[in-house]
T-cell receptor, first 111, second 118 residues
C-alpha cells in the first residue's frame, strides 16, 4: 500500500537543529502540513507549505519541499526541550477533504 | 488559529455501554468534520468524514452501526461508540474544516478523547 512515511525516532541535543523527513504519496496534493502532538493531546498545526513553493520559513521552522521526489522536511532550529513531541506530516490530495497522515516521528530533545 | 473543543477528554465505561464524544468548533462554521482513531504510538486512522446535514462517509473497515456519527449543526459533531468493548479502547480525535471570513480553513484538531472500556 501507499503510506506517508516518516522515520520513527529522532534524538537531538538542546540547541542543535532537528530535521524530520517525510515522503508523501500524492503529487497532486496542493498543501502539505506539519503537525505536532504532545502526549495525550490533539494535533497542533505548526506550519504548511503550498505545493508550488520549495521552501517556507517561519521563525525557528523551515520547511523544504522536493516535489519531484515527493519529499518534505521540517527543520527546527535551536531545538528546545519543549519541542519534544511527535511530529506528523500530512497531505491533502486535490479533490478530497481528507488528510493523510504520516506515521509520525517521535522527537526527543536531550538537555 | 481556530478552536475545536472535544469533550470529554477521557472516559471510562463498562463493556456493553455506549459512549458519546462531542466535537465543537468554537469560532468558525465547520462544514466538514473528521473523526480519527489513534492507537498507542501509531498514526491517526481516519474513521469517517461528515458534512453538516449529511450522512457520514465511513472509511473501509469502519463499522457505521458501531460508530455513529451525527453532524447536525455547523458547530457540533458527535461520535457515539455503541456497545463498547475493550478493543474499542483508543484515543479518538476530531478535526474540523470550514470557513472563516469567507476563506476555507485548514483542519483544526480537538484535544482528543481517551476511551477506556473495562
Amino acid at each position: 500500500g501507499e503510506d506517508v512515511e516518516q522515520s520513527l525516532f529522532l534524538s537531538v541535543r538542546e540547541g542543535d537543529s532537528s530535521v524530520i523527513n517525510c515522503t508523501y504519496t500524492d503529487s497532486s496534493s496542493t498543501y502539505l502540513y506539519w503537525y505536532k502532538q504532545e502526549p495525550g493531546a490533539g494535533l497542533q498545526l505548526l506550519t504548511y507549505i503550498f505545493s508550488n513553493m520549495d521552501m517556507k520559513q517561519d521563525q525557528r521552522l523551515t520547511v523544504l519541499l522536493n516535489k519531484k521526489d515527493k519529499h518534505l522536511s521540517l527543520r527546527i532550529a535551536d531545538t528546545q526541550t519543549g519541542d519534544s513531541a511527535i511530529y506528523f506530516c500530512a497531505e491533502n490530495p486535490t479533490g478530497t477533504y481528507k488528510y493523510i497522515f504520516g506515521t509520525g516521528t517521535r522527537l526527543k530533545v536531550l538537555a | 488559529g481556530a478552536v475545536v473543543s472535544q469533550h470529554p477528554s477521557w472516559v471510562i465505561c463498562k463493556s456493553g455501554t455506549s459512549v458519546k464524544i462531542e466535537c465543537r468548533s468554537l469560532d468558525f462554521q465547520a462544514t466538514t468534520m473528521f473523526w480519527y482513531r489513534q492507537f498507542p504510538k501509531q498514526s491517526l486512522m481516519l474513521m469517517a468524514t461528515s458534512n453538516e446535514g449529511s450522512k457520514a462517509t465511513y472509511e473501509q473497515g469502519v463499522e457505521k452501526d458501531k460508530f455513529l456519527i451525527n453532524h447536525a449543526s455547523l458547530t457540533l459533531s458527535t461520535l457515539t461508540v455503541t456497545s463498547a468493548h475493550p478493543e474499542d479502547s483508543s484515543f479518538y480525535i476530531c478535526s474540523a474544516r470550514g470557513y472563516i471570513t469567507g476563506a476555507n480553513t485548514e483542519a483544526f484538531f480537538g484535544q482528543g478523547t481517551r476511551l477506556t472500556v473495562v
